[in-house]
């Protein structure tokens, strides 16, 4: 039986569908957001490896933009038809024909792309009462920060290939694993660190698991440590990650400890169970003292131009050297006439 059959009995494939998600990821992040919180305070937000965008999808309903409604079909429908058995409701979209609610939107933009229609609405009226139902307030009002006021959002993803536009979200095709893609994605927070880094980056599949468990735990130390994208962390903020969770990952937990001072492991319901996949929640940012986040981080061992030798403090490591044995022993290094 082909992959794609698999996946439309999926029934997180048809609930995607059915709410206008670009993929059923965004189930992931969200039931992520549901255990962790993640979006809490969060104003500036990286989504790293975010094609086609379930993800980016989720941070722009989260973080303040109107809910976008996304329609099968050609055509840009005024009524919006839903039912109760689907779950219908602004918030995630609708589907179904047996019509049991009936809205009617106030219109602010209508964009086509593929086949979906997108439709932002301002606000919107039941057909049961006239009564103007205001959007919900996790998209309508904006984040708030510590400071108890609201302030702009900015989220910017990032892929290797290109995404349909989302609202609000600003769009790099780059390689997350790039230096000069950092430095875009710095620019656009001008200056200021991101709240929240989250990567859902696989790297595409050998089927050989210890290689690619390897290029998986490589691009994500890619995606956190190098310099200059950990420069946009806020000390003490999040990062939410893809790993595979193979038998040495261990060694990636190891990794991210240093950086983190919590480091979880989950495994949403969405994700499925025979999946090597699962997500690190990293929460405390907290480099070792005297840390300088750079591309020549002995972490990441496809550096081949560096020399390690010249680091410093941290930054090196160094590992204690000690030599065995009585000196009375043979040297091995010495030549000894026969017996
Ligand atoms: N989170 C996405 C969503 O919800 O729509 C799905 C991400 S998909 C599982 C993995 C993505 O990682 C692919 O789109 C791929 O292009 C991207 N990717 C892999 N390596 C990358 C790299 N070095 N730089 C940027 N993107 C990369």
């Given at each position: 039986?082909?992959?794609?059959?698999?996946?439309?009995?999926?029934?997180?494939?048809?609930?995607?569908?059915?709410?206008?998600?670009?993929?059923?990821?965004?189930?992931?992040?969200?039931?992520?957001?549901?255990?962790?919180?993640?979006f809490?305070g969060v104003r500036r937000a990286?989504?790293?490896?975010?094609?086609?965008?379930?993800?980016?999808?989720?941070?722009?309903?989260?973080l303040n933009?109107?809910?976008?409604?996304?329609?099968?079909?050609?055509?840009?429908?005024?009524?919006?038809?839903?039912?109760?058995?689907?779950?219908?409701?602004?918030?995630?979209?609708?589907?179904?024909?047996?019509?049991?609610?009936?809205?009617?939107?106030?219109?602010?933009?209508?964009?086509?792309?593929?086949?979906?229609?997108?439709?932002?609405?301002?606000?919107?009226?039941?057909?049961?009462?006239?009564?103007?139902?205001?959007?919900?307030?996790?998209?309508?009002?904006p984040n708030r920060g510590d400071?108890?006021?609201s302030s702009e959002v900015k989220i910017?993803?990032?892929?290797?290939?290109?995404?349909?536009?989302?609202?609000?979200?600003?769009?790099?095709?780059?390689?997350?694993?790039?230096?000069?893609?950092?430095?875009?994605?710095?620019?656009?927070?001008?200056?200021q660190?991101a709240d929240l880094?989250?990567?859902?980056?696989?790297?595409?599949?050998?089927?050989?698991?210890?290689?690619?468990?390897?290029?998986?735990?490589?691009?994500?130390?890619?995606?956190?440590?190098?310099?200059?994208?950990?420069?946009?962390?806020r000390?003490?903020?999040?990062?939410?990650?893809?790993?595979?969770?193979?038998?040495?990952?261990?060694?990636?937990?190891?990794?991210?400890?240093?950086?983190?001072?919590?480091?979880?492991?989950?495994?949403?319901?969405?994700?499925?169970?025979?999946?090597?996949?699962?997500?690190?929640?990293?929460?405390?940012?907290?480099?070792?003292?005297?840390?300088?986040?750079?591309?020549?981080?002995?972490?990441?061992?496809?550096?081949?131009?560096?020399?390690?030798?010249?680091?410093?403090?941290?930054?090196?490591?160094?590992?204690?050297?000690?030599?065995?044995?009585?000196?009375?022993?043979?040297?091995?290094?010495?030549?000894?006439?026969?017996?």
């Amino acid at each position: 039986m082909g992959r794609s059959s698999k996946d439309k009995r999926d029934i997180y494939y048809r609930l995607a569908k059915e709410e206008g998600w670009r993929a059923r990821s965004a189930f992931k992040l969200l039931q992520l957001d549901q255990e962790f919180n993640l979006f809490q305070g969060v104003r500036r937000a990286v989504d790293l490896c975010a094609a086609p965008g379930s993800w980016s999808q989720v941070l722009s309903r989260k973080l303040n933009f109107q809910e976008p409604i996304l329609t099968r079909g050609g055509g840009c429908p005024i009524y919006l038809i839903g039912t109760s058995q689907s779950g219908c409701n602004l918030t995630n979209g609708f589907c179904g024909s047996e019509p049991t609610n009936i809205f009617v939107l106030f219109i602010r933009q209508v964009q086509k792309l593929d086949e979906y229609v997108t439709i932002y609405v301002h606000k919107y009226t039941h057909t049961s009462g006239t009564q103007l139902i205001p959007a919900p307030s996790s998209t309508t009002e904006p984040n708030r920060g510590d400071d108890g006021k609201s302030s702009e959002v900015k989220i910017v993803a990032v892929d290797l290939q290109a995404m349909a536009p989302l609202p609000g979200v600003i769009q790099i095709q780059g390689d997350i694993t790039k230096v000069s893609t950092a430095q875009e994605i710095i620019r656009h927070f001008e200056g200021q660190s991101a709240d929240l880094v989250v990567c859902d980056g696989a790297p595409d599949v050998t089927g050989l698991h210890d290689i690619d468990e390897y290029i998986q735990a490589q691009l994500l130390l890619a995606a956190v440590i190098n310099e200059p994208r950990s420069l946009i962390l806020r000390v003490q903020m999040c990062c939410c990650f893809q790993i595979f969770r193979g038998k040495d990952i261990t060694l990636l937990y190891s990794q991210l400890k240093i950086f983190f001072s919590e480091v979880t492991c989950a495994k949403p319901r969405s994700s499925r169970n025979s999946s090597i996949e699962a997500f690190v929640v990293c929460q405390g940012y907290s480099p070792p003292e005297g840390y300088i986040p750079n591309m020549s981080n002995p972490l990441l061992d496809y550096c081949y131009d560096v020399d390690f030798n010249q680091l410093e403090g941290p930054n090196r490591v160094i590992v204690p050297f000690l030599a065995c044995g009585d000196l009375s022993a043979y040297d091995s290094d010495r030549t000894y006439p026969l017996q």
